[in-house]
């Protein structure tokens, strides 16, 4: 609570610069300060809605087209992955698409794709959501070797693992976040997705975690975390009371997912909800901070 505290007065103060009263006019400035305060309101105050508002300031103060451009990005990341209106993401990205020149490579073009791909996956378009990853992925430009980028891969891993057991949200969707700003491929493989998803349930926020298991049937349905996604969002529906639904979802792993090794607790799952048994909630484990 103290730690929050202090971030909350942090981010207070920050936001201030992006107010229409402010005096502040230097472009690279304030898309440093949009880039430290947009993610300290998002990953560490937990309030998306915050961190919309402070990046589409920024976009509105800043006038250099690409960094406009990076600022509309952001927002549209929140749009499609928080607060799940991905039609109203469009807009943003095809305004921050017009910014950019059309071969740009860096972390900025990377990003822009990445979102797109984001967008394609929450709208069921697969086909083009694997493209827009795959070309995020290219236009990076990543120098890393292949043993680098697995030491690296393996680190967030294990960091964001680490970090949703001991209940520490912040910290586990900084992480995640992180992750896939640097290999914008990983949402190909789908356990970066899983542990997104999982990010989202701690925090009760079951509608958010259901929609990663659905953008990931439609990008990767050969994902080898596919079932155990389903198997989270099944338990989602049911923590929001949407027993036909989780039930639903259920027998959607026996029919896809015959081989999973989840089928005998799918099926058991199953017969429990089918005969009116509701499963007790697990309390979310307290951060080490609280």
Known sequence: AEAKKWVSMAVDAGKGAFGPESPATDDRALLELA??????ARDGLGNSQLAYQIWKDAAGKIKDPQMKAECEAECADIVIGDALKPDLARPLLEAASKRLPERKTGPVASRLKFVWGDYYAATGDGKAARKAYHEAEEVLGSTRTHLERTAWQGAHSRSTEDFLKDGDLERA????????????????????????????????????????????????????????????????EVSRGKIDRAVATLHSILKDYPGSPLVPVVSD???RLESGETPKRKRRPRSKRE
């Open 173 to 236: 969707a900084a992480e995640i976040h992180q992750w896939l700003k640097e290999f914008p491929s990983e949402k190909l493989d789908g356990y970066v997705t899983l542990l997104h998803a999982r990010y989202w349930a701690a925090r009760e926020m079951y509608a958010q975690a259901i929609a990663l298991s659905e953008q990931l049937l439609a990008v990767a349905p050969d994902s080898p975390y596919a079932d155990q996604l389903l198997l989270l969002a099944a338990n989602c």
């Open 269 to 271: 799952k199953i017969k």
């Open 35 to 40: 880039r430290l305060v947009g993610p300290l």
